[in-house]
């Protein structure tokens, strides 16, 4: 890796959009004298000291890995510091190099007659970290260098300093990228390769174990599962060699390390890359493409996996996250993986509004979302995710993402609609702009010949009006509903009054005749509902549970998922945990 670009490439964040990276500038003669006042008595004292900073400058070159190396150094014999003169540091050499062969001579002198056994056992674990992709933990180095548990934890003493993590929750990794560069450099050729042929021995092995039975899934090794399809990238590995990963072994693995397919899919699509590289240089030298059918199996994996994520709805994504079935990373991965931009907008979305989402986490499945919004056709559905996307995407990019919602909304020919989505957005306009927006709805609605769209519309105003105004046409609204014959135009609207007045919707739901019409008006009332009326509410819930048990098994799950906030409101999360195994059980026994 030779910048932030390569580690970009690396983590698969090469989109714009997704990363930014930084330079870290080499710090100037001034800023090495503040690095040392920051680190307090006595290192403070060298800052005062014009050539003692100078020849740590000519040491360290501003390089700011070798100034936190030094400094560490100065804190360790702080003892001494008071007593520290230029001359002795002069005869150092600068550089990562120079650094290095110091602490190994410092080393010798500590180990003196055992050294030769210390130094080579410390020299073989900065060896296979400098040729590692990533952390490893115990059982990696186990397998790859053969030290016994003591030799290992009697080499990791002296490098507490360059290397962290525990083997056990966290991997052994050097505490900054250059120095694994530094030590991978230091080896020949030959030695590079030898480490890399470990690696990729270890990987065709497991993978050969999982797809014959002999591992199970969940006991491959962490390392390699992550690490594998990357070690046969910087290899150079042909496609047949990267194609033996796109298998179900290979994809389980995945499943039990990340409880998703996201890993899997992006060594399927190492394996594709490599593949249509062949199938091109055939085609440009007149030959028949070998890899044809290779990169139809590719594609058909990702297209059935992209079909276990679309027969999820957002909801359902949403309560296994909530009962921890799924972790919020499974969950933000399945989401990802919906094929259909509307409902993958939604989902993430839903996860956002839903869920407590950490802040570093909430900015990434906004921006997810935010991109893809922007392959929505429908003017409407772009519009209203990108109002509910609005108070939870980074500030600096709140605004380019409000005016292109209100621009969007403002193209909407449906008068509800447009008017839901810029209430919606109101609270992120000025106060003028609120009332303009405000007023014009309401005048608007005044002028609709329709009932059902006037009680609608009516119905969407109520929230953002103050008390005795939306007293007022909060009335005017169930007026209209109770005009209203079509039962499905009278839930649309009651499911819009259901927030503002739950218990009186409740009452207007037992005068709908049509099965089907309350369960979205129950899904709507359920959170607003007091528990004084659940009583009512399960009545209800009761009767419509048997008219969907004489549907499809699709058209009963559907339902179910719309219904999910009813279900949580009656019987909290053991009725929700409940259902999911009911699901799990059933679909087992008729597939």
């Given at each position: ?352 509004t839903d869920l407590e989402v950490p802040d570093h986490y909430r ?80 005048a608007a609605a005044q002028r609709i010949d329709s009932i059902p769209a006037r009680a609608e519309l ?134």
């Amino acid at each position: 890796d030779e910048d932030a670009r390569d580690w970009l490439r690396r983590l698969g964040w090469e989109r714009q959009d997704l990363a930014t990276s930084y330079d870290l500038d080499k710090l100037t003669k001034d800023g090495m004298v503040l690095a040392l006042e920051s680190m307090g008595c006595p290192l403070d004292q060298l800052g005062a000291k014009i050539d003692v900073v100078s020849e740590l400058y000519r040491l360290t070159e501003g390089d700011p890995l070798l100034v936190r190396l030094y400094v560490d150094d100065l804190w360790t014999h702080r003892d001494m510091v008071e007593s520290l003169k230029p001359e002795d540091l002069g005869t150092m050499k600068p550089g990562l190099k120079g650094y290095f062969d110091r602490w190994w001579e410092d080393q010798r002198k500590l180990w003196r007659d055992t050294s030769p056994l210390k130094e080579a056992n410390v020299q073989v674990l900065l060896n296979v970290l400098a040729c590692a992709l990533g952390p490893l933990d115990q059982e990696a180095l186990l397998h790859l260098t053969n030290l016994s548990s003591w030799d290992r934890e009697e080499a990791l003493r002296p490098l507490d300093r360059f290397v962290i993590g525990d083997g056990k929750t966290n991997g052994y990794i050097f505490s900054h990228p250059r120095l694994g560069y530094y030590f991978k450099d230091r080896l020949s050729k030959r030695e590079q390769q030898n480490w890399e042929e470990k690696f990729l021995d270890w990987g065709r092995d497991t993978v050969q174990a999982l797809e014959q039975g002999t591992l199970t899934p969940s006991k491959a090794p962490t390392y390699i599962v992550q690490y594998y399809g990357a070690h046969l990238e910087r290899s150079h590995a042909p496609a047949e060699t990267l194609l033996t990963l796109v298998c179900q072994g290979w994809s389980n693995a995945w499943e039990a390390l990340e409880g998703s397919f996201a890993g899997f899919l992006s060594d399927v699509d190492r394996a594709w890359k490599a593949a249509e590289c062949e199938n091109e240089q055939a085609n440009a030298k007149g030959e028949i493409a070998p890899r044809i059918g290779d990169e139809i199996r590719c594609a058909l994996v990702r297209a059935s996996i992209n079909s276990l994520a679309s027969n999820l709805p957002a909801s359902l994504i949403i309560q296994l996250i909530r009962l921890n079935k799924w972790t919020l990373n499974q969950g933000f991965s399945y989401a990802r993986q919906i094929p259909d931009v509307v409902r993958r907008s939604e989902a993430l979305m839903s996860i956002i509004t839903d869920l407590e989402v950490p802040d570093h986490y909430r900015a990434k499945m906004a921006d997810n979302a935010f991109i893809s919004t922007q392959a929505i056709r429908d003017i409407e559905k772009r519009a209203s995710i990108l109002a509910r996307l609005v108070p939870h995407i980074a500030r600096s990019d709140q605004k380019q993402v409000l005016q292109q919602a209100l621009a969007a909304a403002q193209e909407i020919e449906n008068i509800l609609a447009r008017t839901a989505i810029l209430m919606a957005l109101a609270p992120h306009m000025t106060e003028t702009d609120q009332e303009q927006v405000l007023q014009q709805a309401l005048a608007a609605a005044q002028r609709i010949d329709s009932i059902p769209a006037r009680a609608e519309l009516l119905a969407t105003l109520v929230p953002y009006l103050a008390p005795p105004e939306r007293e007022m046409i909060l009335q005017q609204a169930f007026i209209a509903v109770q005009a209203i014959r079509d039962n499905e135009q009278r839930a649309r609207a009651l499911t819009a009054l259901a927030p503002c007045a739950p218990e009186k919707v409740l009452i207007a739901v037992h005068k709908i005749e049509d099965t089907e019409a309350p369960a979205v008006i129950l899904s709507a009332l359920a959170p607003h509902l007091p528990l004084t009326m659940n009583c009512c509410l399960y009545l209800i819930w009761r009767s419509l549970l048997h008219y969907l048990s004489t549907s499809t098994r699709k058209e009963f799950l559907t339902e179910l998922s719309t219904l999910i906030p009813v279900i949580e409101k009656l019987g909290r999360a053991r009725a929700l945990d409940t259902t999911f195994h009911a699901i799990q059980d059933v679909t087992t026994w008729w597939p």
